[in-house]
């Protein structure tokens, strides 16, 4: 059983800067791609990025191509997500998912964090 936890997020404005982390336990974390989620109340959950296990394969949804950056240390146990440039629509609640392929769909993740919220300003 993998445990997830998110830290990092917080308020900012528009065009800032903000650095989630998601630390894991109880797993073999090198195992395990690791992927990043967001979502608004009342919407479904937004795929935002992935890493395959071991950092070679990283993908992004359309959103945010160009202004994040997934990256991981296997070992720290940890996946990040650099967000750069930030827009107002990039506020959610931001979750990082961890299953044994890459994909982009959050049914392949099996184990998922408490998620951490991120605000962005005008």
């Known amino acids: 059983q993998v445990q997830l936890v998110e830290t990092g997020g917080g308020l900012v404005q528009a065009g800032a800067s903000l650095r989630l982390s998601c630390a894991a336990s109880?797993?073999?974390?090198?195992?395990?791609?690791m992927a990043w989620f967001r979502q608004v109340p009342g919407k479904e959950r937004e795929f935002v990025s992935a890493?395959?296990?071991?950092?070679?394969?990283?993908f992004y949804g359309d959103s945010v191509k160009g202004r994040f950056t997934i990256s991981r240390d296997n070992a720290k146990n940890t996946v990040y997500l650099q967000m750069n440039n930030l827009k107002p629509e990039d506020t959610a609640v931001y979750f990082c998912?961890?299953?044994?392929?890459?994909?982009?769909?959050?049914?392949?993740?099996?184990?998922w964090g408490q998620g951490t919220q991120v605000t962005v300003s005008s």
């Open positions: 890493i395959s296990w071991s950092g070679g394969s990283t």
């Open positions: 998912a961890a299953g044994l392929l890459v994909r982009l769909s959050e049914n392949e993740y099996d184990y």
């Open positions: 109880g797993g073999t974390f090198s195992r395990y791609a």
